[in-house]
């Protein structure tokens, strides 16, 4: 073996880094070392649309010094892929044959880009699948000589890329299997303010179809053929159908995988000072108990700091997260989707609001005393007591008629 | 670092006169006077606001900088930070307006500055020697205290409500 650290961490994004913040927090000695496969320091991934547009350089999406991230002794190795880990001799393999001990590691190596098989040419120059900034270097020097793209998949992380190219003056075409964007979110009546602000920012969207085949000549991507027999000419595919958690280099070593890696409630795996976080974690549902996984910035951070202080001594049970936790801005729509809001067909109690400017969706279980879920776009004002409410299961009996006016605040809830 | 102070809010003295909301957009204008950022676009914003709860109380409420800020963490582009000061703040520039500390703040103490695309908060004052709500409130519902001291004032007060309670 090369050499062991006290402290060894796979994965430098967002539960990896967090998980190093927590342990440094907790044990200002122990040595830190984070292992990233990507060649840049750990970033901010969310940013990384801002590389394309333009409207950042990457050296401004630096984790290190921003935000709770000092950086400080946490030593981070790029470009350090690990392939294999020893569970008995407590040990990672990396790519390179280098070998590194632990004492105890984290596996946060996060999820890929799903790229659907069915979908013929994605390997075509010109094709991205926006997850990294090394793909949004490439992606901002391909939109300087691309007029038209063509986007598969109405996720917010293709309507985010959507709309760093149409900022560049790209026309942009967005590709929807489902009957309306953000489907994973919400239903397709809760997204109607959603798809007007799209459209009024000039997004084309074509939706209740899909790509067959991506088509390529001698400067890469030239169209798409659709299934419907329509083909758009273009010079740039971008493609966000999901991702997938990567754990292929978990084989053969006796950590436990699921649809992820399965962690228990305190984020342990099931090997011996082995714990797991982030998009590659298969966590469960704070309502339901569900094990489910998501692909979120903030949830990871969460995950990763609880795993981090897990790994330094202080037992801290994850509470799990809900399955749908979005806020973001598309166009000049403000939005908020969690907990559950996919409401059609389900018995629940549920409580619509709309005008020109506004929507929202409060969705309360059946015997009407718990929030569930809810759906705000337009005025997203107060949103971080819904999500509260939600997670402690709060009987809201009292403060239910300030929720479906959407008057709630704080003071409700004090005992006065 | 310092025991740092806190804003205490003693909601049963909150006659919600909104005094202090006044004074905190007042001290976030530009001109700094009242006269000066009524007049200012993009109007200047009060990070404390005063609710009203059934039957009829009045309740200020102000970031509380929480210790393990879920704002913070939750944060998707590095701008909120804690100073030395132990003050959560949010870095305007940073900012990219996705709300995700919205979305998280358990308070709903965070802002969205519609005009500028950002979100704003209380910075606690940081150029004054006691926040502009605290020392604008009229009726003491507002205290700047270290957590040490606000406590020995609520022990002194209810010690001496307890001599009193027995008659001596």
Same mark, same amino acid.
């Given at each position: ?416 | ?61 102000? &970031? ?6 879920? %704002?913070?963490? @939750? +944060?998707?582009? #590095? *701008? ?44 606690? &004052? ?6 502009? %709500?605290?020392? @604008? +409130?009229?009726? #003491? *519902? ?27």
């Amino acid at each position: 073996m090369d050499s062991a650290e006290a402290y060894v961490i796979v994965g430098g994004s967002a539960a990896g880094m967090a998980a190093a913040q927590a342990i440094r927090e907790r044990d200002p000695a122990a040595g830190i070392t984070v292992l990233s496969e990507e060649a840049d320091a750990p970033y901010f991934r969310p940013l990384i649309p801002y590389l394309v547009s333009g409207r950042k350089q990457a050296r401004e999406m630096t984790l290190a010094g921003s935000g709770p991230y000092t950086g400080r002794d946490i030593q981070v190795w790029t470009e350090a892929r690990v392939t294999a880990v020893d569970c008995k001799g407590q040990r990672v393999t990396l790519a390179d044959g280098r070998q590194l001990g632990y004492g105890k590691v984290l596996f946060a190596t996060g999820s890929r880009p799903f790229l659907p098989p069915e979908i013929k040419g994605t390997d075509t120059e010109g094709v991205f699948a926006l997850r990294t900034l090394a793909d949004a270097r490439r992606m901002a020097k391909r939109a300087e000589t691309t007029r038209r793209a063509v986007m598969l998949g109405g996720g917010l992380l293709n309507l985010k890329a959507a709309f760093a190219l149409l900022e560049r003056g790209i026309r942009v075409t967005l590709v929807v299997f489902s009957p309306e964007v953000l489907s994973q979110l919400m239903n397709p009546s809760d997204a109607l303010l959603i798809r007007h602000a799209l459209d009024r920012a000039g997004l084309e969207i074509r939706t209740g179809t899909a790509a067959r085949q991506i088509v390529g000549d001698e400067s890469g991507v030239c169209a798409v053929g659709l299934d419907n027999g329509d083909e758009i000419a273009c010079q740039m595919v971008c493609i966000g159908k999901g991702v997938r958690p990567n754990v292929d280099f978990l084989a053969g070593s006796g950590i436990r995988i699921g649809e992820g890696i399965v962690a228990d409630r305190f984020t342990a795996c099931n090997q011996p000072n082995t714990f797991a976080a982030g998009d590659v974690a298969v966590t469960h549902e704070p309502v339901s108990g569900r094990p489910i996984m998501t692909a979120l910035w903030t949830n990871a951070v969460e995950m990763g700091r609880c795993a981090g202080f897990n790994m330094a001594g202080l037992p801290t049970a994850y509470t799990g997260t809900f399955g749908i936790l979005n806020a973001t801005q598309v166009a000049d729509m403000p939005f908020v989707a969690m907990g559950t809001v996919h409401t059609e067909g389900v018995d629940l109690e549920i409580h619509r609001h709309a005008s020109a400017e506004a929507y929202r969706k409060l969705v309360f279980d059946t015997d009407g005393k718990h929030l569930v879920g809810a759906v705000l776009v337009g005025d997203i004002t107060n949103a971080g007591i819904y999500r509260y409410l939600i997670r402690e299961k709060r009987d809201i009996t009292t403060v239910k008629r300030q929720i479906v006016n959407h008057q709630l605040h704080y003071g409700h809830l004090l005992p006065i | 670092m310092t025991q740092p102070k806190e804003i205490f809010v003693l909601t049963d003295r909150c006659v919600g006169c909104r005094t202090c909301t006044i004074a905190c957009a007042v001290a976030h204008s530009t001109s700094k006077t009242l006269f000066g950022a009524v007049a200012e676009t993009p109007r200047p914003k009060s990070r404390i606001y005063v609710e009203w709860a059934a039957p009829a109380h009045k309740v200020p409420m102000v &970031c509380r900088h929480c210790e393990d800020a879920p %704002c913070m963490h @939750a +944060c998707i582009s #590095g *701008a909120i930070r804690r100073t030395d000061d132990g003050v959560v703040i949010t870095d305007t520039d940073k900012c990219i307006g996705c709300w995700t500390c919205v979305m998280v703040c358990p308070y709903g103490m965070i802002g969205r500055d519609l005009e500028r695309h950002k979100a704003y908060r209380c910075d606690r &004052c940081p150029d004054r020697d006691i926040p502009a %709500c605290v020392a @604008a +409130c009229p009726t #003491g *519902a507002l205290v700047y205290q270290t957590v040490p001291a606000y406590a020995a004032d609520v022990r002194r007060h209810a010690s001496g409500e307890m001599v009193k309670g027995k008659g001596s």
